[in-house]
């Protein structure tokens, strides 16, 4: 239900793609990617890494995989220095992806009322609402047991027995919480990173996963 088209999949992917481009360059490697993908995962569609010998070189990219994580939580509000910001945007610049960083409040005020529209459909939508309560693991036990869904410990939450988790994610999921934790967070970021494709398909998808992921190195 949350991603019927395989689009946030296909993101995944490049994002994978990415780590394994910078991997082969610090092991000697060519990291050329080539992408010929599908929609329909019939297993036809391939994203090839190149592995003909090259000299070896440690990106700092590459250094930063061990340490790089997403957050879901409040942040600490401080701007980002213009070059910090130059910097990202050389860091994801590619072809057929387009990065847009937005700092202004006002940008960001109504990039989170999108935000917040959207959040609050969804979370009305009882089939989405079915799927993330059997997506979610409440615990590392059931997390590492299971080797899928979202272990809760990333968002921030304690670790709780599965069955307490699904009852109190059923009563707390609703447009008004969820709502304020993503303006909590939105209005707490240093900006918003928005990243486009030229085409709305599964190669342009892949683009823009490598693309955020050198963002996020």
């Not at 990039?111 to 917040?116: K, P, Y």
């Not at 459909?121 to 997506?135: K, P």
């Not at 918003?192 to 963002?215: C, K, T």
């Amino acid at each position: 239900m949350v991603d019927p088209d395989d689009h946030h999949l296909f993101v995944s992917l490049g994002c994978a793609t990415e780590n394994l481009v910078q991997a082969a360059r610090a092991h000697g490697l060519d990291g050329g990617v080539t992408a010929n993908v599908r929609g329909d995962l019939t297993g036809e569609g391939l994203i090839r890494v190149g592995t003909t010998r090259a000299p070896a070189f440690r990106s700092p990219l590459f250094e930063a995989m061990p340490s790089r994580q997403s957050t879901r939580t409040e942040y600490s509000g401080r701007p980002l220095a213009l070059s910090g910001l130059d910097l990202l945007a050389c860091a994801s610049a590619g072809a057929g992806v387009h990065l847009q960083l937005c700092t202004a409040a006002a940008d960001i005020e109504r990039i989170l009322s999108a935000v917040m529209q959207a959040n609050g459909m969804q979370i009305q939508d009882d089939a989405f609402r079915r799927e993330l309560l059997q997506w979610i693991r409440f615990n590392r036990a059931d997390a590492l047991r299971l080797g899928d869904g979202l272990y809760s410990g990333a968002s921030g939450n304690p670790s709780v027995p599965a069955w307490i988790g699904r009852l109190a994610l059923d009563v707390l999921l609703t447009p008004g919480c969820d709502g304020d934790k993503y303006a909590v967070q939105i209005r707490s970021s240093a900006g918003i990173a928005v990243f486009s494709s030229e085409l709305n398909d599964p190669a342009h998808w892949v683009a823009v996963g490598r693309s955020f992921q050198r963002f996020a190195l």
